[in-house]
């Protein structure tokens, strides 16, 4: 898969892949405690990758990347897929896919 589509949203970069796959960077602290106990980090690069199954009519979650540092734990990348090709409305759909993480995490 090659990049076909990529901008900055808010300082986060944002790749699209094949018209409809995305890759986004967040920085989304997690709070929720219960949530932070179902992570398993990885030995040395303290990342966790967690499956989702959120869904919109625009866009579906597939997957949150989750990096642990020694201040805090956070979301760094959202992988998921868009239901539409218009990339006009990409700043919106950035907002609302960050407003269905933070409900999941927060």
Do not use: H, P, W
């Amino acid at each position: 898969m090659s990049v076909q589509f990529k901008t900055q949203i808010e300082g986060k970069n944002i790749f699209i892949l094949n018209n409809e796959l995305f890759y986004a960077d967040t920085d989304i602290v997690i709070r929720n405690q219960d949530f932070i106990k179902k992570l398993t980090f990885t030995q040395y690069n303290k990342i966790a990758y967690i499956d989702m199954d959120i869904e919109t009519t625009e866009f579906k979650i597939l997957r949150l990347v989750v990096c642990k540092t020694r201040i805090n734990i956070y979301v760094c990348n959202v992988i998921g897929k868009l239901k539409e090709t218009n990339f006009e409305n990409l700043e919106e759909i950035y907002g609302k896919i960050l407003e269905e993480i933070d409900k999941v995490i927060r």
